[in-house]
């Protein structure tokens, strides 16, 4: 089964509006990660974040995490339109392979 | 280029045929897996992989198979195809455990996409 959930399943913003979007994750983690998937494409890499970290940038991303309330939470500051995907958490499934949320797809309008 | 390359990106197969898709890395990576996706579902993880010649079961493994004779290939066969394998299916790879410490995240392909009629 689905280790991560995100919410909300779908976010319409306009640019310039922060994003936010959350994942809720089952059992104890080593790292959570996010991905963004355009449309047609494959996922790509965007930030990892481990489980003795509780907040972490890169660029205009910043994830946080809260191990006691197996959640995370994804913000994109300033949106464009360019940040017009899906997003997925992700998390380690025995090691070795991850498990993924079903995505929030976000839609940014000019 | 460096990458993960799955070929091919479209196939229509009929019901009962059989059929292999390709995933190739060039980076030395010793993990790979096999996910699906499909509308509402996110991705599934069919098979994976931590090396050559060992492979394992994920989420959703029955009417497949997988081998893994070197590092750089990671094959998935439809045995007999149905209309639920109707997806897209995508490779991803990474040079340390994914849901470990280590990890710098998984790299992927750009995905089939498989119709069974």
């Known amino acids: 089964s689905q280790q991560g959930e995100e919410d909300p399943q779908a976010l319409s913003i306009q640019e310039g509006e922060n994003a936010t979007m959350n994942c809720s994750y089952k059992t104890s983690i080593n790292n959570l990660q996010w991905y963004r998937q355009n449309s047609g494409r494959g996922l790509v890499h965007l930030i990892l974040?481990?489980?003795?970290?509780r907040e972490k940038h890169s660029g205009r991303l910043r994830v946080t995490l809260d191990t006691s309330k197996k959640s995370s939470s994804l913000l994109i500051t300033a949106s464009r339109a360019a940040d017009t995907a899906s997003y997925f958490c992700?998390?380690?499934?025995?090691?070795?392979?991850?498990?993924f949320g079903k995505g929030t797809s976000l839609l940014v309008t000019p | 280029n460096a990458g993960v390359t799955q070929t091919p990106k479209f196939q229509v197969l009929k019901t009962g045929q059989s059929m292999t898709l390709q995933c190739a890395q060039d980076?030395?990576?010793?993990?790979m897996s096999w996910y699906r996706q499909d509308p509402g579902m996110g991705l599934r993880l069919i098979h994976y992989?931590?090396?050559?010649?060992?492979?394992d079961q994920g989420e959703v493994p029955n009417g497949y198979n997988v081998s893994r004779s070197t590092t750089e290939d990671f094959p998935l066969r439809l045995l007999s195809a149905a209309p639920s394998q109707t997806s897209v299916y995508f490779c991803a790879s990474s040079y340390h455990p994914p849901g470990q410490e280590s990890t710098r995240g998984y790299t992927f392909g750009s995905g089939t996409r498989l119709t069974v009629v």
């Open positions: 974040i481990r489980s003795n970290e």
């Open positions: 992989s931590v090396g050559a010649g060992i492979t």
């Open positions: 992700a998390t380690g499934l025995s090691g070795y392979a991850l498990n």
């Open positions: 980076m030395n990576h010793e993990y």
